[in-house]
C-alpha cells in the first residue's frame, strides 16, 4: 500500500486510519513514515508498547538503528492522560519549526476506559483549531476490528480526511464542534465525597493538608500524595484567581483512581486553556497545564455559569492496555 496524496504537503493535515489488519496497520505506518523521511521531515511515533515494538523492527535500519530524525514512544507512557498529548505534539513541532512534521498516534487503543474515552475524543477535536497554522501531517491510528462502532465514528467525526485504499478522502461526517459539546457534559457529584471550601488564599494551606490526609487514607504513594498537593492547590488557586466566588474542592475513590475536583462559577471559554504549554509569558493556563501534565485523566465541564474539573491520579501502577 502506498499512502499518498498531492494536497498531503500543504498546511495542517489531519488524518485518521480505520485498520483492519496488522498488515495493513504496518504497511500504513512505515508508508507514511518513509515518506516524510524522504523529504527531510521530522517524525514522531507515538503508538502502545505492543505495536511500537512491531513498527520499531520494521523501521530500523539494518545496522539496528532507527533513522535519524524519527523519534518513537509508547503512547501509554506519555499520554495515558490523552489531554497530555497535545502539548507533546506542539512541543514536537516547536522543537522542529524549520521544517515540516509528522505525528503518527494512536490515543484510543482498545482497552481505554469509558470514562477516558470522551476525552481521548476531545483531544482530537481540539487539534483542527490547535494545530491548524502547522505544517505538520498527522495520521491517527484505530483498531476497526476492535472499537466499538460509536468510537470508530468519533474517529471520522473529528478528522477531516480519512485513509481508505492507500489515499485520503473527505470525511461526511466530519463536525468536530459537535464532538466538543457532546464530550462538555455535566460531570455528576459523587455522594461520598469529601469536600472542602476554599474561599480565599489563606484557606490553601489547611486545603492541601486536608487532600494530604485523605491521599493518605485510600493509600496514595510518596509521590502521588505530591501530585495530589500540587493538583489541589492549583486548582483552588485558578479558582480563586478568576472567579468571584468560592472553590469546592472534592475527593474520592474511582475504581483505582484517586479523583480530586473543584467547583466554581467561572467559565473556561478557551476549550485549549491548560493543554498546550502557555511558556514563561503565559502565567494564567499554567496551573491548568500543570494539572493535566500530572494527572492520569482530566475531564471538565463548564458553562456560563460555573465550570468543574475532575482530575484523576493513578493509585498504583498498572500496565496500560495495549492494541
Known sequence: ???????????????????????EYLDSVVDFVGAGLSMDEAVLVAVPGENLALLRDALESSGGALPAGLQMADITEIARNPSRFLALEGSFAEEHAHQRVRIVSQVVWPGRTPTELPACLQHEALVNGAFEARQLSALCLYDAGRLADDVLAGARATHPLVWKSGAL??????????????????LPANPGAVTYMVRKSTDLRP????AVNYGDWVGLSP??????????????????MYTEGACQLAFWRHDEHLVCEARDSGCLDDPLVGLLDPGPTGPASRGLFLVHAISDLVRTHTTSSGTTIQAYLRLKTSPGSTG
Open 207 to 210: 486545603a492541601r493538608s486536608f
Open 223 to 240: 509521590d502521588g500524595i505530591d501530585d495530589l498537593q500540587l493538583v489541589a492547590t492549583e486548582l483552588a488557586t485558578n479558582s480563586l
Open 1 to 23: 500500500m502506498t499512502m499518498s496524496t498531492e494536497g498531503e504537503h500543504q498546511g495542517f493535515v489531519h488524518s485518521a486510519l480505520l485498520y483492519h489488519s496488522q498488515r
Open 169 to 186: 478522502r473527505r470525511s461526511s461526517e466530519y463536525a468536530p464542534d459537535g464532538i466538543l459539546a457532546t464530550c462538555n457534559q455535566p
